[in-house]
């Protein structure tokens, strides 16, 4: 789950992309919450978030960083920036994880566990999270692995092979949605191959519409781009109660609401305060989506742990996440560790 580049777009901002990653992180945040205390909550498929934030990532990157991969930025220096940018953030979240189990006394390969979060390096074996202390930094795992391939071969590519490579992709991931049950794929152990599809699909497409959209292909007229970029915060929340199988809602929403909601999102101006509450949701979502996961697990060890104090300690435990991920987001770990730039 990438952060936007300020410099993608033309004009250097593309709002409503800002204001939709923020809405997208904080659904799956809800999402991930309810099922510890047993309750169904309000996006109980939020988890198909995660395949709109390959395709932004995608999308973004590309605006910002394509024409300098085929000029003077090597793969290895963009790999450097990305990771730079992505690891700190990242590292509380798993410090926090593992926080937790030493407070419970779950030591156990605590070690091995806290190396796996830190350096990114999934741990395939069991059924379990292929991450233990962070669940879902395996999305970002995924990501990074996309960069890699972006870097070294997607920006080789011309559009009509690139687009080729989607759709390959996207009969794949169709195929492992069918056989699993739906497209929540790749977080765990029994089902991280399908992980490989959904970020091809998502982030492939999300190259190739970014090259589409620095060409200025497929201008949207304000009103339909406003009504294209609602579709995801309407997608996300409604989808539960769609007259479609899991399958083929997730799949409906991931081939075809999803970029367009994309599309037409990033051909939004916004102004004034509407601007200052798009940033701030844009830079929100990636310290709620780092460090979501463990803070949650904490507070409802917490809940459970000390019963007649349950109802006060879930919506504090919400509140911790926003103040940490606000905290985090104006804290010198948003941009990164400084990295020399050659390009």
């Known amino acids: 789950m990438s952060e936007i580049a300020r410099s993608a777009a033309p004009s250097g901002r593309l709002p409503l992309l800002d204001a939709l990653r923020g809405v997208a992180a904080l659904s799956v945040v809800f999402h991930h919450e309810a099922p510890l205390y047993g309750t169904p909550g309000l996006f109980p498929r939020a988890y198909l978030a995660v395949d709109f934030f390959f395709m932004l990532s995608g999308f973004v990157l590309t605006l910002a960083f394509e024409p300098k991969l085929r000029g ?197 101006a916004l102004h004034g305060g509407a601007l200052k509450i798009a940033d701030g949701l844009g830079r929100l979502s990636y310290p709620a989506y780092a460090i979501h996961g463990p803070v949650l697990i904490w507070g409802a060890s917490l809940a459970h742990g000390h019963g007649a104090q349950a109802g006060w300690i879930r919506p504090l435990t919400l509140v911790a996440v926003l103040a940490l991920a606000g905290l985090l987001a104006i804290s010198p770990l948003a941009h990164g560790i400084p990295v020399r730039r050659k390009g």
């Open 72 to 268: 003077s930025l090597g793969a290895g220096d963009f790999m450097v920036r990305r990771v730079a940018r992505l690891w700190p953030v990242l590292a509380v979240g798993v410090l926090i994880g593992a926080g937790w189990r030493l407070s419970v006394g779950l030591t156990g390969q605590l070690w091995l566990l806290t190396l796996s979060g830190l350096t990114l390096w999934p741990i395939m074996r069991g059924t379990g999270g292929i991450f233990q202390l962070n669940g879902p930094q395996w999305s970002l795992a995924y990501e990074v692995l996309a960069n890699a391939v972006h870097a070294l071969v997607l920006r080789r590519l011309n559009s009509r092979l690139l687009l080729g490579f989607v759709l390959a992709c996207a009969g794949v991931l169709a195929w492992c949605a069918y056989a699993w049950g739906s497209v929540g794929l790749g977080d765990t152990g029994r089902n991280w191959w399908g992980g490989f599809a959904r970020v091809g699909f998502g982030y492939g497409l999300g190259v190739w519409m970014g090259r589409q959209f620095a060409a200025g292909r497929a201008p949207v007229s304000p009103v339909a781009a406003w009504a294209g970029g609602l579709l995801l915060p309407l997608t996300l929340f409604s989808l539960p109660w769609w007259p479609l199988g899991v399958v083929a809602g997730d799949l409906l929403a991931g081939f075809a609401v999803f970029p367009v909601a994309l599309w037409c999102a990033a051909h939004v």
